[in-house]
């Protein structure tokens, strides 16, 4: 009767190892779209902006900030809307750098994507499509002389 009672408890034993270790594994996350507006929404190569912004649907405390890229190019700094909603800023010199490696089509239409993950491991991403141009700006641009 004692090995049978040994038995039992080392199938026992198992089970709960296995069924502990399924609970222990990461829980799958699925990615997500989330709206995003990308400023300035025609990108000039020739331009002496300075940063890229991109202002987003998605909860800026739901975000692991420094996870986010767009069009891989690495996140500069972000903050929070007067909504509470996640705003990236990237270097500008970087995002122009794109044309570059041939990753933006200059004139052209391009698609910029966001990606990043929220702070559960969750992926989410939001595209828009923006002109790219390379026009030298002339004029004083508005200010009085």
């Known amino acids: 009767m004692s090995k049978i009672i040994r038995s039992v408890v ?10 502990l270790g399924f609970f ?5 996350s699925h990615g997500f779209d989330i709206s995003i507006q990308v400023s300035p929404n025609t990108l000039n190569i020739q331009s002496q902006g300075e940063v ?63 990606q990043g993950y929220t702070k559960d491991g969750a992926v989410f991403t939001g595209s828009q499509m923006i002109s790219v141009i390379n026009v030298q700006p002339s004029g004083s641009g508005g200010r009085a002389r």
């Open 24 to 28: 222990q594994s990461p829980p799958s």
């Open 10 to 19: 080392v199938v026992l034993f198992v089970s709960f190892i296995v069924t």
């Open 52 to 114: 890229v912004t991109v202002h987003t649907g998605i909860a800026y405390n739901s975000v692991e900030g420094g996870t986010v890229t767009l069009n891989d190019v690495p996140i500069s700094w972000w903050k929070a809307d007067n909504q509470g909603n996640f705003v990236a800023k990237f270097e500008m010199s970087e995002v122009k750098a794109l044309a570059d490696s041939g990753d933006l089509q200059v004139p052209g239409e391009n698609q910029i994507m966001l």
